[in-house]
């Protein structure tokens, strides 16, 4: 089910607990940025569309969006891109020269509807000057998040993502225990090659982060953070190297969890 809450006044977050089974659920979250020019950051997932593209219209008319900001191309980001640009034709999609390309393999934006933008460029939507950045953590080399100069607040795309057992509104109502794991267990995941990465190149990536002094963190993965929360968040993730690395489940626990679920069916 997706829902929706107020992250800071001007900003509203449209959110959906995605289930992995036998690891709980990661929060998909698109933010709405009203304004002068309204930015829609991110658009759902392909398999929650249309309840998506219900749940946009009671934040915003679909029609006085005038961009979208696409953090990346994964198909938790891009579920309603074309019907939003098929709906509303002044819209465009801010993205990378990699992010076209990337689409242009499965369903491609036309070029007319692009705006590029790579990350240490700046960006004037209405009032906002949203800066773009590569976060510390990423999961697709397309990956462009983004400092809002109104709000204070960074959007990190996938970069400080937590699994949870259950997603609450706030990351302030989670235990720094549930906090730090999920966010552990989510980067091992989504940015594995963390594994190779020398701790102190990660500090300094991390320290970038802090030298923007957020007023809030918000993830394509986890409930909005307010700033206190910043310490912990970047804390987490420098401990992600040393970490013990994820490994899936592998056939034999599959044929497990069909047997239960269809007794009969597998030997
Ligand atoms: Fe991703
Ligand atoms: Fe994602």
Do not use: H, L, T
């Given at each position: 089910m997706i829902t929706t809450y107020t992250a800071i006044p001007g900003i509203d977050v449209i959110t959906s607990a995605f289930p992995i089974p036998g690891f709980g659920f990661v929060p998909i979250n698109a933010y709405v940025m009203h304004g002068p020019e309204p930015v829609l950051v991110d658009t759902g997932s392909v398999i929650e569309s249309e309840e998506f593209l219900a749940v946009l219209r009671t934040v915003i008319d679909p029609a006085d969006l005038r961009w979208i900001w696409l953090t990346h191309s994964d198909f938790d980001h891009i579920g309603s891109l074309h019907a939003l640009l098929a709906e509303n034709p002044r819209l465009r999609v801010i993205t990378t020269f990699l992010g076209v390309g990337v689409m242009s393999l499965a369903s491609p934006i036309p070029l007319d509807r692009v705006h590029l933008l790579n990350p240490g460029e700046r960006f004037t939507a209405g009032h906002r000057s949203l800066t773009a950045l590569r976060p510390?953590?990423?999961?697709?080399?397309?990956t462009t998040g983004f400092h809002d100069s109104e709000s204070g607040a960074l959007f990190s795309a996938d970069c400080f993502g937590a699994l949870l057992q259950a997603v609450p509104e706030r990351a302030t109502d989670l235990s720094d225990d549930e906090l730090r794991q999920g966010q552990v267990l989510w980067a091992t995941i989504d940015s594995p090659w963390l594994h190779k990465v020398d701790p102190a190149m990660l500090a300094g990536e991390l320290d970038a982060i802090r030298r923007l002094d957020p007023t809030m963190i918000l993830s394509s993965h986890l409930p909005a953070a307010p700033a206190t929360m910043l310490e912990q968040l970047l804390d987490s993730l420098q401990s992600v190297p040393a970490a013990v690395p994820f490994v899936g489940p592998d056939q034999s626990a599959l044929e497990h969890l069909l047997a239960s679920m269809t007794p009969g069916v597998m030997s």
């Open positions: 510390p953590a990423f999961d697709n080399p397309v």
